[in-house]
T-cell receptor
């Protein structure tokens, strides 16, 4: 069975600074996909960034980037120049290629201090 | 272009009653997924449906829970004889035909929060 672990229940960062959220996963599969989702107080799940396991290059989306370490099964999210609107729960998620379902971590609550 | 619409947003039921949660996917989407989020936890997959077909229900509890996605109308998640442990947020997501979640084309609704008294 696949598992996703987020070891940081809560994180905080000063506005405009950089923060890194950790995620590790466990799988015996070789073809899979990783995601970070953001859940603001409105509770809607918003895709932040995704990474294909076969790609060595780390994905980036504006201020969001990942550090994907396949051998270590680690997938951390870096948020640069943090903004107040980044405050939310962040969930790491995993999907085996073709499985059509996501496995989520427990989430990390990110607070941005003005 | 409306997103995934879920209703009701909040539902309160007493133990033993039935709960029905509805999900209208985005226009043009024919794949629907239901996830459950217990307090302070991540989302857990329940079921994946296409029009008139259940594709994967491996995450559905064996009893009291059922889901459908008829040819016309919204997808329905039905919970019979609710218990306090069913209290959770239930999220629906949709994707267009031919797409798979790992393309990032999975769009979530805002969820329906069920409270069982």
């Amino acid at each position: 069975a696949q598992t996703v672990t987020q070891s940081q229940p809560e994180m905080s960062v000063q506005e405009a600074e950089t923060v890194t959220l950790s995620c590790t996963y466990d799988t015996s599969e070789s073809d899979y996909y990783l995601f970070w989702y953001k859940q603001p107080p409105s509770r809607q799940m918003i895709l932040v960034i995704r990474q294909e396991a076969y790609k060595q290059q780390n994905a980036t989306e504006n201020r969001f980037s990942v550090n994907f370490q396949k051998a270590a099964k680690s997938f951390s999210l870096k948020i640069s120049d943090s903004q107040l609107g980044d405050a939310a729960m962040y969930f790491c998620a995993f999907e085996i290629q073709g499985a059509q379902k996501l496995v989520f971590g427990q989430g990390t609550r990110l607070t941005i201090n003005p | 272009n409306a997103g995934v619409m879920q209703n009701p947003r909040h539902l309160v039921r007493r133990r033993g009653q039935e709960a029905r949660l509805r999900c209208s996917p985005m226009k043009g989407h024919s794949h629907v997924y239901w996830y459950r989020q217990l307090p302070e936890e991540g989302l857990k997959f329940m079921v994946y449906l296409q029009k008139e077909n259940i594709i994967d229900e491996s995450g559905m509890p064996k009893e009291r829970f059922s889901a459908e996605f008829p040819k016309e109308g919204p997808s329905i998640l039905r919970i019979q004889q609710v218990v306090r442990g069913d209290s959770a947020a239930y999220f629906c997501a949709s994707s267009p035909p031919g797409a798979i979640p790992n393309t990032g084309e999975l769009f979530f609704g805002e969820g329906s929060r069920l409270t069982v008294l």
